[in-house]
């Protein structure tokens, strides 16, 4: 059985940091893709970061340049380093991971994927509260 268990979260100053981990247990991690959605109250689900099996990395938008997302097998741990932190990043923040699959040779989850509401990740955690407030 997949399960995610994020932790991390917390309040933080507009400019601060704060990383979240998010572990994971019951499966393969190495052969798994990982990455972290947010939800804002009253606000749909937003991509947040990926990281592939190959370490592939995606971000979205608001969090380019601001963000990175890192995985460490050994510890069967995905990490996601928010630095520069705005008062829009408060939100419940999610990790997801999905046993990496291919179709015709191309990966099922990539850069145009993961991020789609049509894809359908394996598992979810049960979320971690982040502030950004003075």
């Known amino acids: 059985q997949v399960q995610l268990v994020e932790s991390g979260g917390g309040l933080a100053q507009p400019g601060g940091a704060l990383r979240l981990s998010c572990a994971g247990s019951?499966?393969?991690?190495?052969?798994?893709?990982l990455a972290w959605f947010r939800q804002a109250p009253g606000k749909e689900r937003e991509g947040v970061a990926c990281?592939?099996?190959?370490?592939?990395?995606y971000y979205g938008d608001a969090v380019k340049g601001r963000f990175t997302i890192s995985r460490d097998n050994a510890r069967n741990t995905v990490y996601l380093q928010m630095n520069g932190l705005k008062p829009e990043d408060t939100a419940v923040y999610y990790c997801?991971?999905?046993?990496?699959?291919?179709?015709?040779?191309?990966?099922?989850?990539?850069?145009?994927?993961?991020?789609?509401?049509?894809?359908?990740?394996?598992?979810w955690g049960q979320g971690a509260q982040v502030t950004i407030s003075p």
């Open positions: 997801a991971a999905d046993r990496v699959k291919y179709s015709f040779g191309q990966a099922t989850l990539n850069e145009a994927t993961w991020n789609s509401i049509d894809y359908e990740y394996e598992a």
């Open positions: 019951g499966f393969t991690f190495g052969y798994y893709a």
């Open positions: 990281i592939t099996n190959n370490y592939e990395t």
